[in-house]
T-cell receptor, first 112, second 108 residues
Framework: NAGVTQTPKFQVLKTGQSMTLQCAQD?????MSWYRQDPGMGLRLIHY???????DQGEVPNGYNVSRSTTEDFPLRLLSAAPSQTSVYFC???????????FGEGSWLTVV | EDQVTQSPEALRLQEGESSSLNCSYT??????LFWYRQDPGKGPEFLFT???AGEEKEKERLKATLTKKESFLHITAPKPEDSATYLC?????????FGQGTRLTINP
Protein backbone atom coordinates (compact mmCIF):
# COMPACT_ATOMS: atom_id res chain seq x y z
CA ASN A 1 0.00 0.00 0.00
CA ALA A 2 2.23 2.79 -1.30
CA GLY A 3 -0.06 5.81 -0.77
CA VAL A 4 1.81 9.00 -1.74
CA THR A 5 5.37 8.49 -2.98
CA GLN A 6 7.90 11.31 -3.35
CA THR A 7 11.32 11.26 -4.97
CA PRO A 8 14.07 12.18 -4.39
CA LYS A 9 14.25 12.16 -0.59
CA PHE A 10 17.29 14.47 -0.50
CA GLN A 11 18.74 16.84 -3.11
CA VAL A 12 21.40 19.54 -3.14
CA LEU A 13 21.23 22.09 -5.95
CA LYS A 14 23.37 25.01 -6.97
CA THR A 15 21.75 28.41 -7.39
CA GLY A 16 20.26 28.69 -10.87
CA GLN A 17 19.91 24.96 -11.50
CA SER A 18 16.54 23.44 -12.29
CA MET A 19 15.07 20.19 -11.09
CA THR A 20 11.82 18.27 -10.71
CA LEU A 21 10.41 16.74 -7.54
CA GLN A 22 8.28 13.73 -8.34
CA CYS A 23 5.02 12.79 -6.64
CA ALA A 24 2.84 9.77 -7.37
CA GLN A 25 -0.26 8.40 -5.65
CA ASP A 26 -1.96 5.05 -6.12
CA UNK A 27 -5.32 5.86 -4.50
CA UNK A 28 -7.01 7.29 -7.62
CA UNK A 29 -7.36 10.66 -5.86
CA UNK A 30 -8.54 13.64 -7.87
CA UNK A 31 -6.91 16.26 -5.66
CA MET A 32 -3.15 16.64 -5.32
CA SER A 33 -1.07 19.44 -3.89
CA TRP A 34 2.43 20.57 -2.95
CA TYR A 35 3.37 22.21 0.35
CA ARG A 36 6.64 23.48 1.71
CA GLN A 37 7.53 23.36 5.39
CA ASP A 38 9.87 25.93 6.90
CA PRO A 39 10.82 26.52 10.55
CA GLY A 40 8.46 29.04 12.12
CA MET A 41 6.26 29.19 9.00
CA GLY A 42 4.41 25.91 9.15
CA LEU A 43 3.21 24.18 6.00
CA ARG A 44 2.27 26.46 3.11
CA LEU A 45 0.54 25.54 -0.16
CA ILE A 46 2.58 26.02 -3.36
CA HIS A 47 0.34 24.61 -6.13
CA TYR A 48 -2.59 22.26 -6.36
CA UNK A 49 -4.57 20.25 -8.89
CA UNK A 50 -8.19 19.09 -8.83
CA UNK A 51 -7.73 16.65 -11.68
CA UNK A 52 -5.70 15.78 -14.77
CA UNK A 53 -5.09 18.87 -16.87
CA UNK A 54 -6.18 21.29 -14.13
CA UNK A 55 -3.73 23.14 -11.88
CA ASP A 56 -3.80 26.36 -9.89
CA GLN A 57 -1.59 28.46 -7.65
CA GLY A 58 -1.49 28.30 -3.88
CA GLU A 59 -0.07 30.68 -1.33
CA VAL A 60 3.62 30.65 -2.39
CA PRO A 61 3.81 29.73 -6.12
CA ASN A 62 6.67 31.95 -7.31
CA GLY A 63 9.64 30.02 -8.70
CA TYR A 64 7.69 26.77 -9.08
CA ASN A 65 5.84 25.16 -11.96
CA VAL A 66 3.46 22.18 -12.06
CA SER A 67 1.55 20.11 -14.57
CA ARG A 68 -0.83 17.16 -14.23
CA SER A 69 -1.01 14.92 -17.26
CA THR A 70 -2.26 11.84 -15.37
CA THR A 71 -4.37 11.25 -12.24
CA GLU A 72 -1.43 9.52 -10.53
CA ASP A 73 1.42 12.00 -11.00
CA PHE A 74 1.94 15.62 -9.97
CA PRO A 75 5.56 16.78 -10.45
CA LEU A 76 6.87 20.07 -9.05
CA ARG A 77 9.50 21.90 -11.10
CA LEU A 78 11.95 24.43 -9.75
CA LEU A 79 12.79 26.61 -12.72
CA SER A 80 15.93 28.38 -11.43
CA ALA A 81 16.73 27.37 -7.87
CA ALA A 82 17.38 30.05 -5.25
CA PRO A 83 18.63 29.68 -1.65
CA SER A 84 15.16 30.83 -0.47
CA GLN A 85 13.80 27.56 -1.89
CA THR A 86 15.79 25.52 0.63
CA SER A 87 13.00 23.71 2.41
CA VAL A 88 11.19 20.43 2.95
CA TYR A 89 8.58 19.73 0.30
CA PHE A 90 5.51 17.57 0.85
CA CYS A 91 3.07 16.25 -1.69
CA UNK A 92 -0.49 15.50 -0.58
CA UNK A 93 -3.53 13.86 -2.12
CA UNK A 94 -7.19 13.33 -1.31
CA UNK A 95 -10.46 12.37 -2.89
CA UNK A 96 -12.68 15.22 -4.03
CA UNK A 97 -14.58 15.12 -0.71
CA UNK A 98 -11.32 15.91 1.11
CA UNK A 99 -12.29 13.97 4.22
CA UNK A 100 -8.81 12.51 4.56
CA UNK A 101 -5.71 14.19 3.11
CA UNK A 102 -2.62 12.01 2.86
CA PHE A 103 0.94 13.30 2.76
CA GLY A 104 4.10 11.83 1.31
CA GLU A 105 7.32 11.34 3.25
CA GLY A 106 8.88 14.60 2.06
CA SER A 107 11.76 15.79 -0.11
CA TRP A 108 14.58 17.71 1.58
CA LEU A 109 16.02 20.32 -0.79
CA THR A 110 19.09 22.44 -0.15
CA VAL A 111 20.07 25.21 -2.58
CA VAL A 112 23.63 26.48 -2.20
CA GLU B 1 -7.91 34.70 6.04
CA ASP B 2 -8.27 31.74 8.36
CA GLN B 3 -5.79 31.51 11.23
CA VAL B 4 -4.70 28.59 13.38
CA THR B 5 -2.75 28.90 16.64
CA GLN B 6 -1.45 25.91 18.57
CA SER B 7 -0.35 25.85 22.19
CA PRO B 8 1.88 25.08 23.87
CA GLU B 9 4.78 25.19 21.42
CA ALA B 10 6.45 22.32 23.28
CA LEU B 11 5.30 20.00 26.04
CA ARG B 12 7.31 17.50 28.04
CA LEU B 13 5.44 14.84 30.04
CA GLN B 14 6.30 11.79 32.05
CA GLU B 15 5.04 8.44 30.78
CA GLY B 16 1.47 7.99 31.99
CA GLU B 17 0.91 11.72 32.62
CA SER B 18 -2.21 12.76 30.71
CA SER B 19 -2.54 16.22 29.14
CA SER B 20 -4.15 18.20 26.31
CA LEU B 21 -2.91 20.13 23.30
CA ASN B 22 -4.83 23.18 22.13
CA CYS B 23 -5.67 24.40 18.63
CA SER B 24 -7.48 27.75 18.37
CA TYR B 25 -8.86 28.80 15.02
CA THR B 26 -10.47 31.76 13.33
CA UNK B 27 -12.47 30.87 10.23
CA UNK B 28 -15.38 32.33 8.30
CA UNK B 29 -17.03 28.91 8.13
CA UNK B 30 -15.46 25.65 9.30
CA UNK B 31 -15.28 23.02 6.58
CA UNK B 32 -13.12 20.63 8.58
CA LEU B 33 -10.43 20.59 11.25
CA PHE B 34 -7.59 18.11 10.82
CA TRP B 35 -5.09 16.67 13.29
CA TYR B 36 -1.83 15.16 12.11
CA ARG B 37 1.16 13.56 13.81
CA GLN B 38 4.61 14.26 12.38
CA ASP B 39 7.75 12.33 13.37
CA PRO B 40 11.22 13.80 12.66
CA GLY B 41 12.18 13.30 9.03
CA LYS B 42 8.70 12.08 8.07
CA GLY B 43 5.57 13.44 6.47
CA PRO B 44 2.41 14.34 8.43
CA GLU B 45 0.41 11.26 9.35
CA PHE B 46 -3.37 11.71 9.35
CA LEU B 47 -5.11 11.26 12.71
CA PHE B 48 -8.58 12.84 12.70
CA THR B 49 -10.99 15.12 10.87
CA UNK B 50 -13.67 16.96 12.86
CA UNK B 51 -16.53 18.89 11.27
CA UNK B 52 -18.91 20.29 13.87
CA ALA B 53 -18.86 21.59 17.44
CA GLY B 54 -19.36 18.80 19.94
CA GLU B 55 -17.83 16.16 17.70
CA GLU B 56 -15.27 13.80 19.26
CA LYS B 57 -13.02 11.14 17.74
CA GLU B 58 -10.71 8.64 19.40
CA LYS B 59 -7.74 6.55 18.38
CA GLU B 60 -5.84 4.53 20.97
CA ARG B 61 -4.62 7.04 23.60
CA LEU B 62 -5.71 10.10 21.60
CA LYS B 63 -9.05 11.86 21.63
CA ALA B 64 -9.84 14.95 19.59
CA THR B 65 -12.68 17.31 20.49
CA LEU B 66 -14.08 20.38 18.77
CA THR B 67 -15.82 23.57 19.89
CA LYS B 68 -16.76 26.61 17.82
CA LYS B 69 -13.40 28.26 18.44
CA GLU B 70 -10.92 25.55 19.34
CA SER B 71 -10.01 21.91 19.24
CA PHE B 72 -8.24 19.84 21.85
CA LEU B 73 -6.13 16.76 21.41
CA HIS B 74 -6.28 14.85 24.67
CA ILE B 75 -3.61 12.27 25.30
CA THR B 76 -4.32 9.74 28.02
CA ALA B 77 -1.55 7.81 29.78
CA PRO B 78 0.98 8.57 27.03
CA LYS B 79 3.91 6.33 26.17
CA PRO B 80 7.35 7.35 24.83
CA GLU B 81 6.26 6.30 21.33
CA ASP B 82 3.66 9.09 21.40
CA SER B 83 6.52 11.61 21.21
CA ALA B 84 6.08 13.62 18.00
CA THR B 85 4.98 17.00 16.69
CA TYR B 86 1.19 17.29 16.48
CA LEU B 87 -0.20 19.55 13.77
CA CYS B 88 -3.64 21.09 13.54
CA UNK B 89 -5.10 22.49 10.30
CA UNK B 90 -8.38 23.98 9.11
CA UNK B 91 -9.71 23.29 5.66
CA UNK B 92 -10.22 26.12 3.22
CA UNK B 93 -11.29 25.59 -0.39
CA UNK B 94 -8.40 23.70 -2.03
CA UNK B 95 -5.96 23.95 0.87
CA UNK B 96 -5.23 23.34 4.53
CA UNK B 97 -4.13 26.18 6.80
CA PHE B 98 -1.75 24.77 9.41
CA GLY B 99 -0.75 25.85 12.87
CA GLN B 100 2.88 25.81 13.97
CA GLY B 101 2.52 22.52 15.80
CA THR B 102 3.11 21.28 19.34
CA ARG B 103 6.28 19.28 19.94
CA LEU B 104 5.38 16.58 22.48
CA THR B 105 8.03 14.63 24.36
CA ILE B 106 7.13 11.70 26.64
CA ASN B 107 9.88 10.69 29.04
CA PRO B 108 10.02 7.07 30.23
Amino acid sequence: NAGVTQTPKFQVLKTGQSMTLQCAQDMNHEYMSWYRQDPGMGLRLIHYSVGAGITDQGEVPNGYNVSRSTTEDFPLRLLSAAPSQTSVYFCASSSVTGNTIYFGEGSWLTVV
Amino acid sequence: EDQVTQSPEALRLQEGESSSLNCSYTVSGLRGLFWYRQDPGKGPEFLFTLYSAGEEKEKERLKATLTKKESFLHITAPKPEDSATYLCAVQEPQKLVFGQGTRLTINP
